[in-house]
């Protein structure tokens, strides 16, 4: 299996402009998570779906931020309008189990986002 | 407070030293709780679980503590490779699922 795949593996953008991560879970994974890591504040979970199905948002800093997952091979969380303080890595993770690491919990490589 | 709090690094080691992380955590419903490594700009992975007797890992050895709410990460004979990030994570289980919370990470240079 080739793993979380996320994309882009960077981006840069201008302040204002909308921006959109992708990722494809591991194949057979219910759970899909969206993580965002700042030196400041470590790596926070932004929002977790099961099978397709959003469940618990509580970590979405604002409504700038919507994440969707229409089937189960893709995700996508959106920023617009992006803002420099969204400069983070944003990882997305699966797993056959939510909150439960050892059931193969995965993260991608992450994206590097540099809102300029 | 933050939920998970760990030692701030870096800790910088020679090679072949022994070096040991701390975590704390507030939430007394944490149920479960892990060690991941994490290497400059890449993703975190597992390292180990953290069973309420202590377990070991070859050099790696992690404790709790459950009435001071306290983890622990031991690593002996370190080697360069070990160089990383080292976060200590807690879960918790609700209704709709369950969470990891990671904490802040701490450096390890060897």
């Known amino acids: 299996d080739a793993g979380v795949i996320q994309s882009p593996r960077h981006e840069v953008t201008e302040m204002g402009q909308e921006v959109t991560l992708r990722c494809k879970p591991i194949?057979?994974?219910?759970?899909l998570f969206w993580y965002r890591q700042t030196m400041m504040r470590g790596l926070e979970l932004l929002i977790y779906f099961n099978n397709n199905v959003p469940i618990d948002d509580s970590g979405m800093p604002e409504d700038r931020f919507s994440a969707k997952m229409p089937n189960a091979s893709f995700s996508t969380l959106k920023i617009q309008p992006s803002e420099p303080r969204d400069s983070a890595v944003y990882f997305c993770?699966?797993?056959?189990?939510?909150?439960?690491?050892?059931?193969?919990?995965?993260f991608g490589s992450g994206t590097r986002l540099t809102v300029v | 407070r933050k939920e998970v709090e760990q030692d701030p690094g870096p800790f910088n080691v020679p090679e072949g030293a022994t070096v040991a992380f701390n975590c704390t955590y507030s939430?007394?419903?944490?149920?479960?709780f892990f060690w991941y490594r994490q290497d400059c700009r890449k993703e975190p992975k597992l390292l180990m679980s953290v069973y309420s007797s202590g377990n070991e890992d070859g050099r790696f050895t992690a404790q709790r503590n459950r009435a001071s709410q306290y983890i622990s990460l031991l690593i002996r004979d370190s080697k360069l490779s070990d160089s990383a990030t080292y976060l200590c994570v807690v879960t918790r289980i609700y209704n709709q699922g369950g969470k990891l919370i990671f904490g802040q990470g701490t450096e390890l240079s060897v």
């Open positions: 939430n007394s419903a944490s149920q479960s």
């Open positions: 194949s057979g994974h219910d759970y």
């Open positions: 993770a699966s797993s056959l189990r939510s909150g439960v690491p050892n059931y193969g919990y995965t």
